[in-house]
């Protein structure tokens, strides 16, 4: 299984940035799939979670501000992020929540205050 995560980049604090991660060589439609971030020198953590059937969950900092989305018949998950804080600075990753898969290189975001 291969994940390619796309779309991150430098913005200023208050913007938005689309996340977008194609998963290729698994049965993409049957699992929960998941974002990830590391900031330098944290550990990794969950961002938000979107089910096969679409059901969400989100981690209580980003609620409001960022939504997770998939579209099954294209194999990739996205992520919406919305008034983005300095704090969101992290590589993001897509994985699937319940059996990672080999993590891939993520795609940095950087919000500058």
């Known amino acids: 299984v291969q994940l390619q995560a796309s779309g991150g980049g430098l913005v200023q604090a208050g913007g938005s940035l689309r996340l977008s991660c194609v998963v290729s060589?698994?049965?993409?439609?049957?699992?929960?799939m998941a974002w990830f971030r590391q900031a330098p020198g944290k550990q990794r953590e969950w961002v938000a979670i979107v089910s096969s059937g679409g059901s969400t969950s989100y981690r209580d900092s980003v609620k409001g501000r960022f939504t997770i989305s998939r579209d099954n018949a294209e194999n990739t998950v996205y992520l919406q992020m919305n008034s983005l804080k300095s704090e969101d600075t992290a590589v993001y990753y897509c994985?699937?929540?319940?059996?990672?898969?080999?993590w891939g290189q993520g795609t940095q975001v950087t919000v500058s205050s």
């Open positions: 994985n699937n929540f319940n059996s990672f898969y080999n």
């Open positions: 060589g698994s049965i993409f439609s049957r699992v929960i």
